[in-house]
C-alpha cells in the first residue's frame, strides 16, 4: 500500500510487538467497508438497525465499564515533566513506553490488524496532518471511515517521505484497571489501550486533533481549539465566520447548527464544524480555519427537533449509534427524543426494558457518528483547502448570575484572558454538588497536550503575530432570575446575539464600556418576536460589581492552583488586576 520507509519501519515493529494472524489496510472502499460490517455483524459487534427506517445505520454496544473519556488514565508522556505541566498526568516516556508494551505484548494473537491511513482536515489542504492508527476493532475502522478522510487517496498525500502521526489502539480485555490513553508529543505518538469507547479509541478525534494538534500548533504558529466553526448568512448573502469554545452542557452542537428564529427572514446559519478547529494565518493576515473531522460525533441524548432538528437529521442514515436503545422495529432511541416513549425496548446494556423501570434506557453519554456531508445545514465551505476567515471568537460558559448575555474584550489579551478564565456552573445531570463553579479554560481543560502555561502564552503570542485579529466575546445564554427561571429563551433566538457580534465585528453599533468589557446597548439586540420585558433584557445586559469582586477571588485561586512552574503569562495577571480596579474604582 506504500513505499513510505516511516511508515514500513514502524508497522514492523507493531507487527512482532502485537502478533497479529492477519493484516489488513483500509483502501477506503465502500466496497471493503460493506465486507467489514457484514462481519462486524455476525460477531454480534454491530447490529444492523431497520435498513427502510433507517438505510445504512448500525447499532454498537460497548463494555458497561466503558461508556467515556477516562481523564484519570488519561496521560501526556514528555522528557520533563514541566513541559506537560500541572494539568496533565505524567510520566516519563521510557517508564510509559516499557508499561505499554508489556500490555500490547500479542494483544492482537488470532486477530486482525487494520491498518487505517487517515486524515485530519480537507485532502490536499495546507491546514492538513495525516495518521496511521493500528486497531483491533472494526468499530474503529468504521469509526474514523465517518470522522475521518481515510484509504489510499490519505497514503498518496502521504507520499514516500512524508512524516505522521503513529496512533497504536488495542481492545485487550477492556480491562478498566489497565486502561491507558497516553500521547507522547515529541514522538508523534498516541498509544490507546484496553478501551473500545469512540473517545477513547478514535484516537483522531481529541488525541491527535487536540492534543497532539495543540502541541504541534505551539511548536509550528497555528492553534489547534475546542471550537466549533459557523458562517452566518444575512439576507443580503453576506456570510460572516465565527468560532466558539463552551463547556459541555452549554449547547455548542446546537449553537454550530441553530435554526434562526421566524422572526429573521432570509438569514441561514452554515456548520463548518461541530467540535473541533485548526486555525492559521490566512493570507490577509487574519486567522482562517479549518474543521479537521469529516463526522460528528454527537451525544445523542436531549437532540430532538425542538433542540437540534438539523444534528437529528444527520443520523438518519449512514450513522452508526453507540449505547443507545434498541427499539422493537429496529429503530433507535434515546432520552429526550420526540414522540412517545416506547412501551418497550432493549436498553444500552442489551437487557429489556419498559419505561416502569426507573432506569435509562439510553447511556447518558451513548452517541451516534454521522457523517457531516449529510447535516441539512452543511457550510459550502465545509472542505474548502484554505479554511474560512474568522470573524469572532466566542466564548461561554452557564452562569446563573455572574456573566451577562454578552460582552466584548477590550483587546486579544483581554480576550484571552476571558478564555482562560472560562467557567460553568454544575447542573444536576453533573456528579457532585449543583452550583459549583468549575473552570474550564478555552473549554481545553481535559485536551491541551502541554503545559496550561504555555499554552495560554501560546495564545497571547499568536495575538502579535496575526495583524488582523479577530474580535473576542463572552456569551451566557443561562442567566436566571431570582425565582430560577432562564431568562434568555436560547436555542434558535441565540442568533439576536450572533447578529449583534456580527455587527460589532464590521463597526455597525456601539457599545457602552463596562468593568468586563463592552456590552451591548439594549436597543441594539434584535428582540422582535419575542416574549421579553425591556427590564429583564437591561438586567441581561448589567454587571453585578459584588458578585465580580468574589469572581476575582475565585479566579486567583484558579490560577494559584495551576500556577506552580512559572510559566503562567505575566499578561494574564495583568488582566486580572486591572480588572479588580475597575470594579473597585
Same mark, same amino acid.
Given at each position: 500500500?506504500?513505499?513510505?520507509?516511516?511508515? !514500513?519501519?514502524?508497522?514492523?515493529?507493531?507487527?512482532?510487538?502485537?502478533?497479529?494472524?492477519?493484516?489488513?489496510?483500509? &483502501?477506503?472502499? +465502500?466496497?471493503?467497508?460493506?465486507?467489514?460490517?457484514?462481519?462486524?455483524?455476525?460477531?454480534?459487534?454491530?447490529?444492523?438497525?431497520?435498513?427502510?427506517?433507517?438505510?445504512?445505520?448500525?447499532?454498537?454496544?460497548?463494555?458497561?465499564?466503558?461508556?467515556?473519556?477516562?481523564?484519570?488514565?488519561?496521560?501526556?508522556?514528555? #522528557?520533563?515533566?514541566?513541559?506537560?505541566?500541572?494539568?496533565?498526568?505524567?510520566?516519563?516516556?521510557?517508564?510509559?513506553?516499557?508499561?505499554?508494551?508489556?500490555?500490547?505484548?500479542?494483544?492482537?494473537?488470532?486477530?486482525?490488524?487494520?491498518?487505517?491511513?487517515?486524515?485530519? %482536515?480537507?485532502?490536499?489542504?495546507?491546514?492538513?496532518?495525516?495518521?496511521? +492508527?493500528?486497531?483491533?476493532?472494526?468499530?474503529?475502522?468504521?469509526?474514523?471511515?465517518?470522522?475521518?478522510?481515510?484509504? $489510499? !487517496?490519505?497514503?498518496?498525500?502521504?507520499?514516500?517521505?512524508?512524516?505522521?502521526?503513529?496512533?497504536?489502539?488495542?481492545?485487550?480485555?477492556?480491562?478498566?484497571?489497565?486502561?491507558?490513553?497516553?500521547? /507522547?508529543?515529541?514522538?508523534?505518538?498516541?498509544?490507546?489501550?484496553?478501551?473500545?469507547?469512540?473517545?477513547?479509541?478514535?484516537?483522531?478525534?481529541?488525541?491527535?486533533?487536540?492534543?497532539?494538534?495543540?502541541?504541534?500548533?505551539?511548536? @509550528?504558529?497555528?492553534?489547534?481549539?475546542?471550537?466549533?466553526?459557523? =458562517?452566518?448568512?444575512?439576507?443580503? =448573502?453576506?456570510?460572516?465566520?465565527?468560532?466558539?469554545?463552551?463547556?459541555?452542557?452549554? %449547547?455548542?452542537?446546537?449553537?454550530?447548527?441553530?435554526?434562526?428564529?421566524?422572526?429573521?427572514?432570509?438569514?441561514?446559519?452554515?456548520?463548518?464544524?461541530?467540535?473541533?478547529?485548526?486555525?492559521?494565518?490566512?493570507?490577509?493576515?487574519?486567522?482562517?480555519?479549518?474543521?479537521? $473531522?469529516?463526522? /460528528?460525533?454527537?451525544?445523542?441524548?436531549?437532540?430532538?427537533?425542538?433542540?437540534?432538528?438539523?444534528?437529528?437529521? #444527520?443520523?438518519?442514515?449512514?450513522?452508526? /449509534?453507540?449505547?443507545?436503545?434498541?427499539? &422493537?422495529?429496529?429503530?433507535?432511541?434515546? @432520552? %429526550?427524543?420526540?414522540?412517545?416513549?416506547?412501551?418497550?425496548?432493549?436498553?444500552?446494556?442489551?437487557?429489556?426494558?419498559?419505561?416502569?423501570?426507573? #432506569?435509562?434506557?439510553?447511556?447518558?453519554?451513548?452517541?451516534?457518528?454521522?457523517?457531516?456531508?449529510?447535516?441539512?445545514?452543511?457550510?459550502?465551505? *465545509?472542505?474548502?483547502?484554505?479554511?474560512?476567515?474568522?470573524?469572532?471568537?466566542?466564548?461561554?460558559?452557564?452562569?446563573?448570575?455572574?456573566?451577562?448575555?454578552?460582552?466584548?474584550?477590550? &483587546?486579544?489579551?483581554?480576550?484571552?484572558?476571558?478564555?482562560?478564565?472560562?467557567?460553568?456552573?454544575?447542573?444536576?445531570?453533573?456528579?457532585?454538588?449543583?452550583?459549583?463553579?468549575?473552570?474550564?479554560?478555552?473549554?481545553?481543560?481535559?485536551?491541551?497536550?502541554?503545559?496550561?502555561?504555555?499554552?495560554?502564552?501560546?495564545?497571547?503570542?499568536?495575538?502579535?503575530?496575526?495583524?488582523?485579529?479577530?474580535?473576542?466575546?463572552?456569551?451566557?445564554?443561562?442567566?436566571?432570575?431570582?425565582?430560577?427561571? /432562564?431568562?434568555?429563551?436560547? *436555542?434558535?433566538?441565540?442568533?439576536?446575539?450572533?447578529?449583534?457580534?456580527?455587527?460589532?465585528?464590521?463597526?455597525?453599533?456601539?457599545?457602552? $464600556?463596562?468593568?468586563?468589557?463592552?456590552?451591548?446597548?439594549?436597543?441594539?439586540?434584535?428582540? $422582535?418576536?419575542?416574549?421579553?420585558?425591556?427590564?429583564?433584557? @437591561?438586567?441581561?445586559?448589567?454587571?453585578?460589581?459584588?458578585?465580580?469582586?468574589? +469572581?476575582?477571588?475565585?479566579?486567583?485561586?484558579?490560577?494559584?492552583?495551576?500556577?506552580?512552574?512559572?510559566?503562567?503569562?505575566?499578561?494574564?495577571?495583568?488582566?486580572?488586576?486591572?480588572?479588580?480596579?475597575?470594579?473597585?474604582?
Amino acid at each position: 500500500m506504500t513505499n513510505n520507509a516511516k511508515v !514500513k519501519a514502524w508497522l514492523d515493529d507493531m507487527v512482532k510487538l502485537l502478533a497479529p494472524e492477519k493484516i489488513v489496510w483500509i &483502501d477506503g472502499s +465502500e466496497a471493503q467497508l460493506e465486507e467489514l460490517r457484514a462481519i462486524a455483524v455476525s460477531t454480534g459487534e454491530l447490529i444492523k438497525l431497520n435498513q427502510e427506517k433507517l438505510p445504512g445505520c448500525y447499532l454498537h454496544r460497548t463494555a458497561q465499564n466503558d461508556v467515556a473519556r477516562v481523564e484519570d488514565r488519561t496521560f501526556i508522556c514528555t #522528557t520533563k515533566k514541566e513541559d506537560a505541566g500541572p494539568m496533565n498526568n505524567w510520566m516519563a516516556p521510557s517508564e510509559m513506553y516499557d508499561k505499554l508494551y508489556k500490555l500490547y505484548d500479542k494483544s492482537y494473537a488470532g486477530k486482525t490488524m487494520y491498518v487505517i491511513p487517515y486524515m485530519m %482536515g480537507p485532502l490536499g489542504s495546507p491546514f492538513s496532518k495525516i495518521g496511521i +492508527e493500528l486497531t483491533d476493532s472494526i468499530y474503529v475502522v468504521l469509526n474514523m471511515a465517518i470522522m475521518t478522510r481515510i484509504g $489510499e !487517496k490519505v497514503l498518496a498525500e502521504l507520499g514516500d517521505d512524508g512524516d505522521f502521526v503513529k496512533c497504536l489502539h488495542a481492545c485487550k480485555d477492556v480491562n478498566p484497571d489497565e486502561r491507558y490513553i497516553v500521547h /507522547f508529543p515529541e514522538d508523534n505518538t498516541i498509544m490507546s489501550v484496553n478501551s473500545a469507547y469512540g473517545g477513547n479509541v478514535l484516537l483522531g478525534k481529541k488525541c491527535f486533533a487536540l492534543r497532539i494538534g495543540s502541541y504541534l500548533g505551539m511548536k @509550528e504558529g497555528w492553534m489547534a481549539e475546542h471550537m466549533l466553526i459557523l =458562517g452566518l448568512e444575512n439576507p443580503q =448573502g453576506e456570510v460572516k465566520y465565527v468560532c466558539a469554545a463552551f463547556p459541555s452542557a452549554c %449547547g455548542k452542537t446546537n449553537l454550530a447548527m441553530l435554526i434562526p428564529p421566524e422572526a429573521f427572514p432570509g438569514y441561514k446559519v452554515w456548520t463548518v464544524g461541530d467540535d473541533i478547529s485548526w486555525m492559521k494565518i490566512g493570507p490577509d493576515g487574519g486567522l482562517w480555519a479549518v474543521n479537521p $473531522e469529516a463526522g /460528528f460525533f454527537g451525544v445523542a441524548p436531549g437532540t430532538s427537533t425542538k433542540t437540534n432538528k438539523n444534528a437529528l437529521m #444527520t443520523t438518519m442514515s449512514n450513522t452508526i /449509534f453507540t449505547n443507545v436503545a434498541l427499539c &422493537d422495529d429496529g429503530t433507535v432511541w434515546w @432520552e %429526550g427524543m420526540d414522540g412517545d416513549v416506547p412501551s418497550h425496548c432493549i436498553d444500552w446494556t442489551g437487557k429489556e426494558w419498559t419505561p416502569d423501570m426507573g #432506569t435509562k434506557a439510553a447511556h447518558p453519554n451513548s452517541r451516534f457518528t454521522a457523517p457531516a456531508a449529510q447535516c441539512p445545514c452543511i457550510s459550502s465551505e *465545509f472542505e474548502a483547502a484554505g479554511g474560512v476567515p474568522i470573524s469572532a471568537i466566542i466564548f461561554g460558559g452557564r452562569r446563573e448570575k455572574a456573566a451577562p448575555l454578552c460582552y466584548e474584550a477590550f &483587546d486579544w489579551n483581554h480576550g484571552t484572558f476571558i478564555g482562560s478564565t472560562m467557567a460553568s456552573e454544575t447542573t444536576a445531570a453533573a456528579a457532585g454538588a449543583v452550583g459549583v463553579v468549575r473552570r474550564d479554560p478555552m473549554a481545553m481543560r481535559p485536551f491541551i497536550g502541554y503545559n496550561v502555561g504555555d499554552y495560554f502564552q501560546h495564545w497571547i503570542d499568536m495575538g502579535g503575530k496575526v495583524s488582523k485579529l479577530p474580535k473576542i466575546f463572552h456569551v451566557n445564554w443561562f442567566r436566571k432570575d431570582d425565582e430560577g427561571h /432562564f431568562m434568555w429563551p436560547g *436555542f434558535g433566538d441565540n442568533l439576536r446575539v450572533l447578529n449583534w457580534i456580527v455587527d460589532r465585528c464590521e463597526g455597525k453599533v456601539d457599545a457602552k $464600556e463596562t468593568e468586563l468589557g463592552y456590552l451591548p446597548y439594549a436597543k441594539d439586540i434584535n428582540v $422582535e418576536g419575542l416574549d421579553i420585558a425591556p427590564e429583564t433584557l @437591561e438586567e441581561l445586559l448589567s454587571v453585578d460589581k459584588e458578585v465580580w469582586l468574589n +469572581e476575582v477571588k475565585l479566579i486567583k485561586e484558579f490560577y494559584a492552583q495551576f500556577d506552580t512552574d512559572g510559566r503562567f503569562p505575566k499578561e494574564l495577571y495583568d488582566q486580572l488586576a486591572a480588572l479588580e480596579a475597575r470594579l473597585n474604582k
